[in-house]
């Protein structure tokens, strides 16, 4: 019975006028209606237990899941920073094998320049030495005092360096010419040997210090840097140029004046 029905029956039995049996059914309905009343609430009671129960079983399971799942964090997070520490030695190994590439290099380009300047240079003797080697054993012998013992490169090369022994070499090959004492294949010889001396000569310091002279074929005699040769004219223009001469680089003075022939 509802709430309607129990006030519809109330009215209508206070109308008849009969106050016990409106107690005696006002009871019952009311030990009716709480009776459902509490079966009811005992029922939602039980299922709201029921679904508590499930809740916080629910619950639990879902605890122990954030448990797992902030371990899970946690361990992922130790990793994180064990590989960003990694990453940061690495990151430095790195940079210090890049600037021992950079250095390595920069020493393998300058080892480098003195390798091709040693091989430039031990090509320049080695040339030197075998174009003295083939002057033969009478020139060898003039040649002592002036290119050091000529039996190794190294007595050449010492030889080569001095300065007045360049101006004796000069001299020595100037003669040479003049006095047609040697054939045409050992002037030529001691001419270029002559070349290779005097640019070891100049390689010796930290800066060149002659000059060749440059003569024209056909430019008029200038005794300031020509030298006429004794089997040709005295004055007149040049047909041949038997030795270049050289001057000082720096105040351009003349050391030696070219050998030439005139006509």
């Given at each position: 019975?509802?709430?309607?029905?129990?006030?519809?029956?109330?009215?209508?039995?206070?109308?008849?006028?009969?106050?016990?049996?409106?107690?005696?059914?006002?009871?019952?309905?009311?030990?009716?209606?709480?009776?459902?009343?509490?079966?009811?609430?005992?029922?939602?009671?039980?299922?709201?237990?029921?679904?508590?129960?499930?809740?916080?079983?629910?619950?639990?399971?879902?605890?122990?899941?954030?448990?797992?799942?902030?371990?899970?964090c946690a361990?992922?997070?130790?990793?994180?920073?064990?590989?960003?520490?990694?990453?940061?030695?690495?990151?430095e190994k790195?940079?210090?094998?890049?600037?021992?590439?950079?250095?390595?290099?920069?020493?393998?380009?300058?080892?480098?320049?003195?390798?091709?300047?040693?091989?430039?240079?031990?090509?320049?003797?080695?040339?030197?030495?075998?174009?003295?080697?083939?002057?033969?054993?009478?020139?060898?012998?003039?040649?002592?005092?002036?290119?050091?013992?000529?039996?190794?490169?190294?007595?050449?090369?010492?030889?080569?360096?001095?300065?007045?022994?360049?101006?004796?070499?000069?001299?020595?090959?100037?003669?040479?010419?003049?006095?047609?004492?040697?054939?045409?294949?050992?002037?030529?010889?001691?001419?270029?040997?002559?070349?290779?001396?005097?640019?070891?000569?100049?390689?010796?310091?930290?800066?060149?210090?002659?000059?060749?002279?440059?003569?024209?074929?056909?430019?008029h005699y200038?005794?300031?840097?020509?030298?006429?040769?004794?089997?040709?004219?005295?004055?007149?223009?040049?047909?041949?140029?038997?030795?270049?001469?050289?001057?000082?680089?720096?105040?351009?003075?003349?050391?030696?004046?070219?050998?030439?022939?005139?006509?």
């Amino acid at each position: 019975m509802d709430d309607k029905e129990l006030f519809s029956l109330l009215f209508r039995k206070g109308l008849e006028g009969n106050e016990d049996l409106l107690k005696a059914k006002i009871k019952d309905c009311f030990v009716e209606y709480f009776g459902q009343y509490m079966l009811q609430n005992m029922q939602a009671s039980s299922s709201a237990e029921a679904e508590v129960a499930e809740l916080k079983e629910k619950l639990k399971e879902k605890e122990q899941e954030l448990v797992a799942q902030k371990s899970l964090c946690a361990a992922c997070e130790d990793k994180i920073q064990k590989l960003e520490k990694d990453n940061r030695q690495y990151q430095e190994k790195a940079e210090n094998v890049e600037k021992r590439r950079k250095k390595l290099a920069q020493e393998f380009e300058k080892q480098s320049e003195i390798l091709h300047e040693y091989q430039h240079h031990y090509a320049v003797l080695e040339d030197a030495f075998k174009l003295y080697s083939s002057l033969g054993e009478d020139v060898h012998e003039s040649l002592c005092g002036i290119l050091g013992n000529g039996q190794d490169r190294l007595g050449l090369l010492s030889g080569a360096l001095q300065e007045d022994h360049l101006h004796d070499f000069w001299e020595y090959i100037c003669r040479a010419i003049n006095n047609d004492r040697l054939n045409s294949e050992q002037i030529a010889a001691l001419k270029q040997l002559f070349d290779l001396c005097f640019e070891l000569f100049n390689q010796g310091g930290r800066e060149p210090a002659y000059l060749r002279l440059e003569i024209s074929i056909g430019s008029h005699y200038d005794e300031n840097v020509m030298l006429p040769c004794l089997s040709g004219a005295k004055i007149g223009n040049v047909e041949n140029v038997f030795l270049a001469g050289y001057k000082h680089r720096i105040n351009g003075n003349v050391v030696k004046r070219s050998l030439v022939q005139l006509v």
